[in-house]
């Protein structure tokens, strides 16, 4: 029973929240009795859209706040570093040639239009990243309000009162565009603090709202396809995986023909093209906000042609017994694990090969530009730009990788609230075996993950290099040396598990901080002690630069004692759904 | 007899709150124990600290011979567990799962768990988010009632289960039983308990408030006694031990202790009697005469 485990605790917990609420549930109840003393009267299919918007707003108070803060980072960031960076129009220039005629530099970034005002260069740098960021939240967003809340039943009991059914998608949808217009808005206002031209900063600021809008939408009818929160929160990762592959693809292809046109098809590749302080090309952000309402209404249609709890992708039957694969408590966490490791390792496989395949021509550039040079010489830190540009790839699959060493982690703390783990736990399974069994993956997973990763990109490498195997080795070296700062992220994880169970979820930060830091950090000269602290700071720059066994030796012993320390604080806690 | 399960002055506090409040437990091995309290009152908790899931600040509680949090491991192979609340992997099938449950309390007995997906008639090809929450009870129902374990627990099993499946559980209970399993049933429908247990254990706000057989239970509690009488019923309800009298012209009706009523009989012939109905109390009467005069003043 989950609310049982702690009878006393959680129910006062319920009663707190049911009296937060109270002022809420006393408008609706006001609101059902008329519609029950007017015959004829017709339930609307948004009712109770208000109070379900309280009740988001309310859950969402401490997550939308974070999220706009970092996109405002983001922007701010970007711009000041930038100023500080090429401080003279003819850096600027040099970095606008190296772009333009680079394809490894324009998959990074993306194509830059202008370089006569730091708007223009500001907007360059923080679409790619800024616009994956929105994309992220706005998937997790509309999942956590629709179809996790469906899947916990917590919506059924909502969609027995005066609520329509379509109230908690609108619900959903309004929270996620009304943060996506927040953060463009904040954008537009650092950008005219920073001086730049409102025409541009309004450009800028459309882009990030769009491109939210745009995968609002898209995650509106993922949230219809599947039954649960965690399977369309995967969906969601794979369509915005597959839109920014697009625009990486026709990114390095840029506008010499060929493959450019792919960038065409994914509104991160939209929103590149939009020109803020370069043309401002406005009907572009029509187009992603149009893209974006097309695909949400799509989702109501689905929504109002399916089952309450059921998903469109149909459920096949199992199994009428257990194989021999799934004795005992590590078969069930392998089963549970397994699917999300080999999704991981083919994306990043895929995406190494695209990162990879356009190694070719990097190195012309080392005597023309020295600013290109600057930037990938912060991410990869050596010389001879090929190997630092692969090394600054493998570091951003590194990087995505970390997200899923902390989610495998974070598996063990779901099957804990969910109840699910109750039935395992009282079974003869020990707390060490069966922690163990799911922390097999986020371990030997992660070094798998990076290696089909290295594997990706010295195939990509050696396809347009030559010399094929001599980088399939080296990448996949470079990949597995990555794996120790994955550890340490999970590690950090596992301790939070094991010693402050009610904070688990703080791994997600712990791993946004470090991919922020790590991230932007190296653009700005100052706080090299606050790169420093990111594990990836650490990791030797293969290839091309010395390998060095240390780091990598401490950063395992970290992650040990980490690891360790969460698990002998989990065999002495006791077990909570709360 | 020896004991399967003993606790005493059990303390477990959540916060600020007080779950346990030293409670006392015993099961011996052999019995069908019923484990009664309203919603609330500690039934999970003190379930929850017997498998180990928990550990309780004050107290001692011991298990097939050994201690809970220690020696959990060992003792799950000998035990089975059902909550009251199932939740299920989505993507493992029924049949999956009770033998994965099963395999982890001591194995699965096949020709018993052929029987009982047939007599609580489960699907078990279907996926775990495809059950509504009684075939997910019955999942893990038959997942522990398939186990070869010395000790069954059930923490309020038959929630969400029809009224044809709760007989088929109380038919399993009852075969349980004969073959020596001890059996501890959390419950708070009475009728079950009544039907299916040796000794009743309630609970209160974390403490017991009474143990025992129902006939003792019963030989502390008063007799609804209602009669119909050839004369008038005067002086009847200042009877030793007679409560809530109510007299008509030629009628009585009331409660008696148990220890009164011999005086009661008496009066009553002594007047005439026409009819006369006397009724144990029921398991309910004793529920409510532990719950109501405190849960007033709550």
């Known amino acids: 029973m989950n609310t049982a485990t702690a009878p006393d605790a959680a129910e006062k917990a319920e009663r707190k929240k049911a009296s937060k609420s109270k002022n809420t549930l006393k408008k609706t109840s006001k609101k059902t009795s008329k519609f029950a003393t007017e015959p004829g009267a017709q339930k609307n299919s948004d009712d109770g859209l208000r109070v379900l918007l309280k009740l988001a707003s309310h859950r969402d108070r401490i997550m939308l706040p974070v999220w706009m803060y970092a996109l405002l980072a983001t922007v701010g960031g970007t711009a000041y570093s930038l100023k500080k960076l090429y401080p003279a129009q003819a850096d600027r220039d040099k970095l606008g040639a190296s772009i333009g005629t680079n394809p490894s530099l324009r998959a990074l970034y993306g194509p830059l239009y202008d370089t006569h005002t730091l708007g223009a260069l500001t907007a360059w740098r923080t ?28 919506l059924e009991l909502l969609g027995s009162g005066a609520v329509g059914r379509n109230a908690p998608l609108s619900a959903a949808l309004s929270i996620a565009v009304g943060a996506c217009f927040g953060i463009g808005l904040l954008a537009v206002v650092v950008m005219l603090v920073l001086g730049q031209g409102i025409a541009g900063a309004l450009a800028l600021g459309g882009c990030l709202f769009a491109v939210g809008v745009a995968f609002a939408g898209t995650q509106a009818i993922a949230v219809q396809l599947t039954e649960t929160g965690r399977a369309a929160n995967g969906i ?39 020109h803020p302080w370069a043309g401002n090309r406005w009907w572009v952000i029509g187009v992603t906000l149009a893209a974006g309402v097309v695909a949400a209404g799509i989702g109501y249609r689905v929504q109002n042609a399916r089952d309450l709890g059921g998903g469109l992708l149909p459920q096949r039957p199992g199994p009428p017994s257990a194989g021999p694969g799934l004795r005992g408590v590590f078969g069930l966490g392998r089963r549970l694990q397994q699917p999300t490791l ?34 990938i010489g912060r991410y990869g830190g050596v010389r001879g730009l090929t190997d630092s540009y692969l090394a600054t790839a493998i570091s951003f699959l590194g990087m995505a990788a970390a997200f899923y060493a902390v989610q495998a982690v974070l598996r063990l703390r779901g099957e804990e609230t969910s109840g699910r783990a109750e039935p395992v736990l009282s079974g003869a399974a020990g707390r060490l075996a069966w922690a163990g069994s799911h922390l097999v993956f986020p371990a030997i997973g992660s070094a798998l993950v990076m290696a089909a990763g290295g594997l990706g990109t010295g195939v990509g490498a050696g396809w347009v290099l030559g010399d094929f195997w001599g980088w399939v080795g080296r990448m996949v070296k ?12 999970a590690a950090a994880g596992v301790a939070l598990f094991g010693l402050r169970p009610k904070w688990t979820s703080a791994a997600y930060g ?8 790590a991230n932007l950090g190296p653009l700005v000269n100052a706080g090299q002690w606050l790169v420093d602290l990111t594990p990836f700071a650490h990791i030797p720059k293969v290839p091309g630069g010395a390998f060095h066994w240390a780091p990598l030796v401490w950063m395992t012993l970290v992650s040990v004692v980490l690891t360790g320390a969460g698990l002998v604080g989990f065999r002495r806690r006791d077990v909570s759904s709360d | ?98 033998d994965l449950l099963g395999g982890l309390h001591g194995g699965v007995d096949a020709a018993r768990r052929a029987d009982l997906l047939e007599r609580f008639e489960l699907d078990p090809t279907k996926k775990g988010g495809q059950y509504s929450k009684g075939n997910r009870q019955k999942v893990a129902l038959i997942a522990a009632l398939a186990s070869d374990v010395e000790l069954l ?47 009743v254990n309630i609970i209160r706000a974390g403490k017991t408030v009474e143990t025992g057989s129902l006939t003792e239970l019963r030989h502390l509690t008063r007799t609804t006694v209602q009669a119909e009488l050839t004369g008038a019923p005067t002086g009847l309800e200042n009877l030793p031990g007679v409560h809530d009298a109510k007299t008509g012209a030629a009628t009585f009706t009331g ?8 005086g009661l009989l008496k009066a009553l012939t002594a007047i005439g009697v026409k009819t006369l109905v006397s009724r144990p109390p029921t398991l309910e009467e004793l529920f409510l005469r532990h719950y109501e005069p405190e849960g007033a003043a709550r």
């Open chain 1, 236 to 274: 969601g990762a794979l369509i915005l995986g597959v839109a920014y592959l697009l625009r990486t693809v026709g990114d390095a292809a840029g506008n010499s023909g060929g493959a450019g046109w792919v960038a065409w098809l994914s509104p991160f590749g939209w929103i590149e093209r939009v």
């Open chain 2, 255 to 262: 409660q008696v202790d148990n220890d009164h009523l011999d």
């Open chain 1, 510 to 517: 712990v791993f946004g901080l470090t991919v922020f830091i």
């Open chain 1, 342 to 375: 080999l999704g991981w390792m083919a994306g990043l496989f895929v995406f190494g090969i695209v990162m990879g395949s356009i190694a070719k021509g990097i190195d012309q550039l080392l005597n023309e530009n020295q600013q290109a040079e600057k930037i």
């Open chain 1, 127 to 154: 679409l790619g990243f800024g616009g994956l960021l929105v994309g992220i939240m706005v998937v997790l967003l509309i999942t956590r309000h629709t179809r996790a809340e469906e899947e916990s039943g917590r």
């Open chain 1, 478 to 489: 470079a990949g597995l040396i990555t794996t120790p700062a994955l550890w340490v992220i």
């Open chain 2, 1 to 98: 007899m020896t004991t399967a399960i003993s606790a005493s002055g059990l303390v477990k506090t959540f916060g600020r709150t007080r779950a346990l409040d030293g409670l006392d437990l015993t099961v011996q091995e052999g019995e069908v124990l019923g484990f009664l309290g309203p919603n609330g009152a500690g039934k999970s908790t003190t379930i929850r600290v017997l498998l180990g899931l928990i550990r309780a600040d004050a107290g001692q509680a011991s298990l097939l011979g050994g201690d809970p949090w220690r020696d959990r491991v060992a003792l799950h192979k000998r035990l089975a567990y059902v909550p009251g609340d199932v939740t299920l992997w989505r993507n493992l099938s029924g049949g999956e799962v009770i």
């Open chain 2, 153 to 199: 627990v059930f923490d309020e099993p038959t929630s969400g289960l029809d009224p044809l499946m709760e007989e088929v559980f109380r038919q399993c209970v009852a075969e349980e039983r004969q073959r020596g399993r001890t059996i501890l049933l959390s419950s708070h429908i009475l009728s079950e308990v009544e039907a299916l247990c040796d000794r």
